[in-house]
């Protein structure tokens, strides 16, 4: 068999990694300068990092995060009540082992998407399945599902998720339906996954937010007694960025 011949089978096993790195090896002649356990090594480590990149790719597509937000770009100098050392912590996943929640509120422009979104990439990049959601979006889409018969479907990717994060909490009112939706997101995600929350409301007023007495202590005993809060102040965070063409 020659080294054309060994490539496309290495390819036909989707062995991508692995062809492209013995196609180069081979092409530049490079092979002769490892021995074969250093080069079947090689060929493993390259097919492992192949994989992986791909698979982290497809989480971060499947995420649909908002903007290309990253911890190592988090700006720790503004005023805004950000712990350094506590967020870092966080930014460790450790609370995803946990199955624990994250809970960000402050004024709007302080930076409350950025940081849940870093979070968010972050957990990608460690593949962990991450979905992102404005509130408001999730519980039309979860309506629409029901309507459409789709409902099941929708819960299941959403379970598959080991992290969900849900932007502007309580931005709009909940009716009936919006509550319930809710309640469903919530009681699937419960004590099995993530939840990162971000929200302009302080927690202390979630529950008249939320309605419905009894739905609503369901909801914040889900939520609320397994979270990390981060509580941001100050000024927009725009204010200070200047706008270019």
């Given at each position: ?70 911890i ?37 422009g ?80 419960y ?35 397994t ?19």
């Open positions: 068999m020659n080294q054309q011949q060994t490539i496309e089978r290495m390819k036909n096993m989707r062995l991508l990694g692995m062809a492209h790195t013995h196609y180069t090896n081979v092409h530049d002649q490079l092979c002769q300068d490892y021995t074969i356990d250093q080069y079947i090594t090689l060929l493993v480590d390259q097919e492992w990092e192949y994989r992986h990149n791909k698979k982290m790719s497809t989480l971060l597509k499947n995420a649909r995060f908002r903007a290309p937000a990253t190592d770009n988090i700006d720790y100098t503004a005023h805004r009540g950000l712990d350094k050392n506590a967020f870092e912590r966080l930014a460790t996943l450790g609370f995803l082992a946990k199955n624990q929640n994250i809970i960000i509120t402050g004024p709007t302080i930076g409350k998407s950025y940081l849940a979104q870093a979070i968010g990439r972050k957990a990608c990049i460690e593949l962990h399945p991450t979905i992102y959601f404005s509130t408001a979006r999730l519980i039309d889409d979860i309506q629409l599902a029901r309507i459409q018969g789709t409902y099941h479907k929708l819960i299941n990717n959403i379970q598959k998720a080991k992290l969900l994060i849900l932007e502007d909490f309580g931005l709009l009112p909940f009716d009936q339906n919006g509550r319930q939706a809710l309640m469903d997101i919530v009681e699937h995600k004590d099995q996954s993530s939840l990162i929350i971000t929200s302009q409301i302080p927690v202390a007023n979630w529950h008249q937010l939320i309605g419905e007495g009894t739905i609503a202590d369901a909801i914040l005993d889900r939520i609320i007694h979270s990390h809060r981060i509580v941001l102040h100050g000024e927009s965070l725009r204010k200070n960025t200047k706008l270019t063409d």
